[in-house]
């Protein structure tokens, strides 16, 4: 029995008449007939008393009716919901984020125009390191991912970078450097500091730029911490461990305890926001989510 013949069924139950259900159902009678006698001898019933004017419903076929309308309701129902995910409608959407991508006004946004856009789709949200969830992403069990600068590009995956924020020195209330109110400062400036960075595999490209740039300055930061968020750093800057760079929209982060300046003399450090996505991926409610990360994005976003 599939759900063919129950809707053969109920067209007959209905009509009353195996020929106008065979109208209705746009068959000939003869074929319609022999489905509903194969459907009665798969369940060893009778399921309509036959007589010249038509047919009636058995005491089987009345309790198979009702069991038949649920069932084919509950089919039809599952299309719809199949249709609205094949569509981009509904669905399930894992999305990922670092906790300094996460910073950014633009990420939480974009979520909430998710949610109140497509309130079918149900958002799963976890939070990683780039390198986890570029991972995760390339593995299937992310569907997408903000980040920051990629540490790794893995066949098949995409990486859009959305906007690009000035980075800023977050210091300790107090340190020396802050002696002069709102003054930006230079690289040369940070020579001696101990440098709180992210570790390579959490976030290489903004600190390995931030290295780089050192060196052309003559000299190689102390490096007093190593960690793997960006949050981690600011912790032990409030701390008075040391000092890092962030992306501007961090700013926000212990303002009791630290203090951001701008950096002068390193116009090639920025912080980009990427979206990585797998792109044989792209469908469904991924392609919708994408398509609205790209209509919010500043205009001029690299793709």
Known sequence: MDLKHLRYFVAVAETGHITRAAQRLGMQQPPLSQQIRALEESL??????????????????QLLLEDSRRLLNEAEAVRERMRAVASGHAGVLAVGFTSSAASHAFTPQVLRACRQEYPDIAL??????????????????????????????????????????????????????????????????????????????????????????????????????????????????????????????????????????????????DAPLTLVYREAGLRGPLQSFVRLVREAAPRGSAR
Do not use: W
């Open 44 to 61: 060893g019933t009778t399921l309509f008393h036959r007589h010249p004017k038509g047919v009636t419903l058995t005491d089987s076929g």
């Open 124 to 269: 799963q949200i976890r939070e990683d390191h780039a390198a986890g969830l570029t991972e995760a992403v390339a593995g299937g069990r992310l569907h997408c991912g903000f980040l920051r600068v990629p540490v790794d590009r893995p066949p098949g995956l995409r990486f859009e970078t959305l906007l690009r924020e000035p980075v800023l020195v977050a210091l300790p209330v107090g340190h020396a450097l802050l002696a002069r109110k709102g003054r930006a400062l230079s690289l040369a400036q940070l020579k001696g500091e101990r440098f709180i960075l992210v570790r390579q595999t959490g976030a290489p490209g903004l600190y390995a730029q931030l290295l780089a740039l050192c060196e052309e300055q003559g000299f190689t930061p102390a490096v007093a911490h190593e960690v793997s968020r960006m949050m981690t750093a600011l912790n032990l800057v409030a701390a008075g461990e040391g000092i890092t760079v962030v992306p501007a929209s961090m700013r926000g982060a212990h303002p009791d305890a630290i203090e951001y300046r701008p950096l002068s003399g390193a116009r090639s450090l």
